[in-house]
C-alpha cells in the first residue's frame, strides 16, 4: 500500500457520512475505501462510535463564545466566498471553533444510521472506541474522594440489571488502585459497563465489560492510545482493563481481578 495516498480529514470523513459531499468527491471516497484500510477504520470509528463525548463535554460546548464564532465566520465567509472547500459547511466550520475551545475535534453524535461492516474483529472493534474515550481522561475527570462500600455496591448492582453480572465491591477491587464509578455507557446498541478507578502512581484506569457470546479466551494484551489493554472474556461477557500502568503491573492486576471474578 503507497504512503502517498492523501488520507482524508475526519471533517471530510463526516461530511461523506452526513451526505454532504459533491458527487466527484464522494466517489474519491468511496474509492479510497476499498483502496485503504486506514481509511476504511477511521469511517468505521467516526460512524459506529456511540458513547457519550457530547454529554461528555457538553460543560465546555456550552461556555464556547458563541457569538464570537458567529461574527469571526461572517467575517471569514466574506472575505473568502467562494475558496471554502466544498465539503466545510456552516455547521462543520461553526463545529470545528467550538471544538478548538475543548483542544480538540470531537464527534458530535450518539449514533449514525450507517452499517458498514469494515471490520470482522468485533472485539478490537469496541475495545478501539473504548481506548478513544479513555484516552480523554486525566487525574481531574476522577477526582474526589473514593466512595464508601454501601454506595459501591448500589452502583455496581447497575451492571448486573444491564448485562447480569452480580459484582460487589470486593471483586472488583483493584490493590492499590482506587474505585471510583460505575458509568453505564452504550456500543452498537449493547450496554457497556465501565468501572473507573484512579491509581495514583499512573492516572485513570478503567475495567470495561460486555456481553459476548464468543466463547471463553485467556488474557492477551495489546496497546492503544499509549495505554496498555488487557483482554479476556467468559462464556457470556467479555472484559478490558485499560491504563497507563506497565504491563506487569496490569497482568498482575488482572490475574487477581480473574480470580476473584471467577471464585
Known amino acids: 500500500m503507497s504512503n502517498d495516498i492523501n488520507i482524508p480529514s ?3 470523513l463526516t461530511a461523506f457520512i452526513d451526505g454532504e459531499l459533491p458527487p466527484q468527491d464522494a466517489a474519491r471516497i468511496e474509492a ?15 460512524s459506529r462510535s456511540n458513547l457519550p463525548f457530547k454529554d461528555s ?8 463564545p458563541q457569538a464570537s464564532l458567529e461574527s469571526m465566520l461572517a467575517a471569514i465567509l466574506s472575505k473568502q466566498e467562494g475558496k471554502a472547500p466544498s465539503f466545510m459547511s456552516r455547521r462543520g466550520f461553526l463545529g470545528a471553533l467550538a471544538a478548538s475551545v475543548v483542544a480538540g475535534v470531537i464527534a458530535d453524535r ?34 474526589g474522594p473514593v466512595p464508601p ?35 453505564l455507557l ?5 450496554p457497556l459497563a465501565q468501572i473507573a478507578y484512579l491509581d495514583p502512581e499512573t492516572g485513570p484506569m478503567a475495567l470495561c465489560i460486555i456481553r459476548s457470546d464468543k ?33 506487569d503491573r496490569m497482568q ?12
Do not use: C
Not at 452504550?186 to 449493547?190: L, M, Q, R, S, T
Not at 498482575?252 to 471464585?263: F, G, M, P, Q, W
Open 215 to 247: 466463547g471463553e479466551k485467556t488474557p492477551d494484551i495489546e496497546g492503544r492510545n499509549g495505554m496498555n489493554v488487557i483482554y479476556w472474556s467468559s462464556r457470556s461477557h467479555a472484559f478490558m482493563l485499560i491504563g497507563h500502568a506497565p504491563a
Open 57 to 64: 463535554f457538553a460543560p465546555l460546548l456550552a461556555a464556547a
Open 10 to 12: 475526519d471533517e471530510e
Open 110 to 143: 450518539a449514533y449514525l444510521g450507517i452499517s458498514r461492516n469494515l471490520s470482522k474483529d468485533e472485539g478490537a472493534e469496541w475495545r478501539a472506541v473504548v481506548a478513544e474515550y479513555i484516552s480523554l481522561y486525566t487525574p481531574d475527570t476522577l477526582a
Open 252 to 263: 498482575e492486576i488482572v490475574d487477581n481481578l480473574r480470580s476473584k471474578l471467577t471464585a
Open 149 to 183: 462500600a454501601d454506595v459501591q455496591s448500589i452502583q455496581l448492582a447497575q451492571i448486573d440489571r444491564k448485562l447480569g453480572l452480580a459484582l460487589s465491591p470486593g471483586m472488583v477491587a483493584l490493590q492499590g488502585v482506587d474505585f471510583k464509578r460505575v458509568l
Open 186 to 190: 452504550e456500543y452498537d446498541e449493547k
Open 32 to 46: 479510497l475505501l476499498n483502496a485503504d484500510e486506514r481509511v476504511a477504520a477511521r469511517l468505521e470509528f467516526l
